[in-house]
Nanobody, 121 residues
Framework: QVQLVESGGGLVQAGGSLRLSCAASGSIFSINTMGWYRQAPGKQRELVAAVTSGVITNYADSVKGRFAISRDNAKNTVYLQMNSLKPEDTGVYYC???????????????WGQGTVVTVSS
């Protein structure tokens, strides 16, 4: 079974930076898109950024120019570099990915457990 483990959240002042990491483990044949979502208190989960296997990136308008997503295919890991953080970036950040399992060649989609990012003003 494929699992995701996230790290890198924390408390930072406005204007600061954080780097999130998410590593996929298990029996993996291939990974398609890897992405980061966030959920602020009282709000719905929203896409922050995603990167396809062809390294095409997509960002929410609110983070363009401040966040950068990247992936290391050899490590099955996706990163989210967050700069110029704002209080409105506060929330729980979830990693998501989909692909094909190695043992069964079945499609999978998994979510990480979430990592908390708090930006103080």
């Amino acid at each position: 079974q494929v699992q995701l483990v996230e790290s890198g959240g924390g408390l930072v002042q406005a204007g600061g930076s954080l780097r999130l990491s998410c590593a996929a483990s298990g029996s993996i044949f291939s990974i398609n898109t890897m992405g980061w979502y966030r959920q602020a208190p009282g709000k719905q989960r929203e896409l922050v950024a995603a990167v396809t296997s062809g390294v095409i990136t997509n960002y929410a308008d609110s983070v363009k120019g401040r966040f950068a997503i990247s992936r290391d295919n050899a490590k099955n890991t996706v990163y989210l570099q967050m700069n110029s953080l704002k209080p409105e970036d506060t929330g729980v950040y979830y990693c998501n990915t989909d692909g094909v399992e190695g043992a069964s060649y079945r499609y999978f989609e998994v979510w990480g457990q979430g990592t908390v990012v708090t930006v103080s003003s």
